[in-house]
Every structure is written in structure tokens, then in C-alpha cells.
């Protein structure tokens, strides 16, 4: 798949993408700091240093309005410009999102339009609702789980509004980093799961 639409989430052993408490100031929630501390790789040779440059080379990003809004809104620029697609319930005329993000309402529409505008590159998806949403859609091709060896016991998690239907993963590469395990899995579509 030539660009694939990957979530891209730092987790707890016990599925949390933030601690208790997350809200503007505290965006991480309560300790939910521990979960980026890989970053502290970011810019080395090693596997946190490769799958920080892979995330960056995406060419579009979908995040949802909670997220979009928790990152003040990336300032309209996640990275290197690329556009950003925000995933909300409601848009409000008056509310113009700053730089290259714009509000949308559809889920397939937003995997449409990421996809055209990425190019050949990968689509970048952040934040749980966004996640969701687009899983239960069929439009997640792969996740790029960053898993922490921690457990929050509280917190936000990543998959907890799925719904009964379950989900085929098959895990296509791990690499470990200090601190880190990057699991990567392609998502199976509904009609592989029969």
C-alpha cells in the first residue's frame, strides 16, 4: 500500500494514551508524561530515532477535535506543513483553524481527502477518538503502537469506544528501543476477517 492511512500512538501496558486528568495545561494527564519519554531517542540511529523520522516523512495528518484542540492546535503546523485533518462532531462557521488544518465531519471523507493529500506518503492518525472512529470505519490500514513498559491504572485508552466487533491485527514489525517497544500491525479490512 503505497500510503497507508497508521495510527500513531504512544500506550501503556494497560492501554492508556494519558493519564488521569487530561485537560489544557495537564495534556498528558496526571504522570502521562512517562509515556513520551522515548522521545528522548528521537534524534539517535536507533529504533525510536527511525519510527520519530517515519512519522515525520507522513503527508497528511488526521487528529481528532480533542486532540487538535489539548496540542492548542499545532499552531496550524504539525509538521513540515503538511494538511491536517481534523475529525469533529460540529463545525462551527466563526471557527476558522489556524494554518493548514480544516475541520471535517465525515469519517470517510477525511480518510478521502488525507489520502489524495499525502500523496504517496503515509497518512499520520492522532488521538483516540480519531482512532476509533476511523477503525470503526475500515480505514485504518496500520498502527504504529509505541508501547511502554508502565501501567497508569487510569487514564485515557486507546481503544475503549470500538463497539463488539473485533479486529484482526497481524503484527508486521517490532522494534525495540530503550524504554519503548514499536509494535507495528496492518489492520485486517472486514472482508479478510470472514
Known amino acids: 500500500m503505497n500510503n497507508p492511512i497508521r495510527l500513531y500512538m504512544s500506550m501503556s501496558l494497560d492501554g492508556c494514551i494519558a493519564g488521569p486528568d487530561d ?9 502521562g508524561e512517562r509515556l513520551l519519554n522515548w522521545l528522548d ?39 513540515d506543513g503538511v494538511p491536517i485533518f481534523v475529525l469533529t462532531h ?15 465531519t465525515d ?6 481527502q488525507a489520502r489524495a493529500s499525502a500523496g ?4 499520520m492518525v492522532h488521538g483516540a477518538g480519531a482512532a476509533q472512529a476511523l477503525l ?7 498502527m504504529e503502537i ?15 469506544h470500538l463497539g463488539s466487533d473485533h479486529i484482526e491485527l497481524d503484527l508486521v514489525r517490532r ?3 530503550r524504554g519503548v517497544t514499536h509494535l507495528r500491525y496492518r489492520v485486517h479490512r472486514p472482508e479478510e476477517a470472514a
Not at 66 to 73: K, N, S, V
Not at 146 to 160: A, I, K, S, Y
Open 41 to 79: 531517542h528521537r534524534e539517535s540511529d536507533g529504533p525510536s530515532g527511525q519510527v520519530y523520522r517515519e512519522a515525520l516523512a507522513t503527508g497528511a495528518v488526521i487528529s481528532g477535535r480533542r486532540t487538535f484542540e489539548l496540542a492548542r492546535r499545532w499552531q496550524g503546523d504539525h509538521h
Open 23 to 31: 485537560r489544557p495545561g495537564q495534556e498528558l494527564g496526571r504522570d
Open 146 to 160: 509505541h508501547l511502554v513498559p508502565v501501567l497508569l491504572g487510569d487514564g485515557r485508552r486507546l481503544f475503549d
Open 120 to 123: 504517496d506518503r503515509p497518512v
Open 90 to 104: 460540529h463545525v462551527d462557521a466563526k471557527d476558522v483553524p489556524p494554518g493548514h488544518a480544516r475541520f471535517v
Open 175 to 177: 522494534l525495540e528501543g
Open 136 to 142: 470503526r470505519a475500515g480505514q485504518v490500514d496500520e
Open 107 to 112: 469519517v470517510e471523507d477525511c480518510a478521502r
